[in-house]
């Protein structure tokens, strides 16, 4: 799975959680059922041992504010972790500047996409991540369709 848009959340949820647990594993948790390792999670990431369990399960994702502690937790960085628990695309890189797009309604402002979901309010990581994605898929696709037709079609 390369994108969130390549499954659902169930999947989403199943691939982060496995990962969560490898790299807990890998951090000395010990996640065995009488090995503390769950409650030490929970208690280092700030989230109940029961929604730590569910997230490890692949039952449910965590808040989008969690995402940081969990990564600290298990000694990995934040967008390495999203982006292999397939909850952004690999297309959301650090290094990516931030494409600008311009409002529909007022060309004279310029809008990121971030910023575009920031303003309506999307705050649901899978739907966000989708959002932005398809996004700058658009704009990457505008720009070819631009340069074709500067350059007399083709």
């Known amino acids: 799975m390369d994108s ?12 982060f959680g ?3 647990t490898k790299l807990a594993i890998q951090a000395g948790y010990d996640l065995s059922a009488r090995g503390g390792g ?4 929970a208690q280092r990431i ?4 029961s929604a730590v369990g569910r997230m490890l399960t692949g039952e ?3 808040r989008p504010d969690q995402f940081e502690s969990i990564a600290a937790a298990v000694d990995g960085d934040v967008t390495d972790l999203l982006i292999e628990g397939g ?3 690999p297309n959301n890189s650090r290094n990516q500047g931030n494409s600008d797009v311009r409002s529909a309604t007022n060309q004279s402002l310029s809008l990121s996409p971030e910023a575009a979901a920031d303003r309506w309010g999307i ?3 899978m739907i966000r991540s989708m959002l932005i994605s398809n996004i700058r898929q658009a704009i990457g696709l505008q720009q070819q369709a631009d340069r074709a037709a500067a350059s007399g079609g083709a």
């Not at 499954?7 to 691939?15: D, F, N, T, W, Y």
């Not at 700030?46 to 041992?49: I, N, V």
């Open 46 to 49: 700030g989230m109940s041992p």
């Open 87 to 89: 909850v952004l695309s």
């Open 123 to 125: 705050t649901d990581p």
């Open 38 to 41: 769950r409650a030490a999670l």
């Open 60 to 62: 449910t994702l965590p």
């Open 4 to 15: 969130p848009s390549d499954g659902g959340p169930e999947i989403i949820s199943a691939r």
């Open 18 to 20: 496995a990962l969560v």
